[in-house]
């Protein structure tokens, strides 16, 4: 079955960074775009990163451009988020996802806390 497992997360002090891992099994990784999502306290899930199946061709929210980059590394079923310049609004629980057939799924999430 599908399996996501994120990693990485921690608490850094503001325009710190920090390097988010997700593995993944279960299903052909290189064949799917991954996305990373995040949700802090309070607020709805948002999209944060999304990278193609064969890294070509990624894309950012605006409030992370510049700061964040997204990669993937399909000989090792693996994708990151390096997080660059954290600032304390980037607060949240971190999620991978991959939508295969229609169905979305998520790992257990790694909290991602900045705070001085």
């Known amino acids: 079955q599908v399996q996501l497992v994120e990693s990485g997360g921690g608490l850094v002090q503001p325009g710190g960074s920090l390097r988010l891992s997700c593995a993944a099994s279960g299903f052909t990784f290189s064949s799917y775009v991954m996305k990373w999502y995040r949700q802090a306290p309070g607020k709805e899930r948002e999209l944060v990163a999304l990278i193609t199946n064969s890294g070509t061709g990624t894309n950012y929210a605006d409030s992370v451009k510049g700061r964040f980059s997204i990669s993937r590394d399909n000989a090792k079923n693996t994708v990151y988020l390096q997080m660059n310049s954290l600032k304390p609004e980037d607060t949240a629980v971190y999620y991978c996802?991959?939508?295969?057939?229609?169905?979305?799924?998520w790992g257990q999430g790694t909290q991602v806390i900045v705070s001085s």
């Open positions: 996802n991959v939508q295969r057939y229609g169905d979305d799924y």
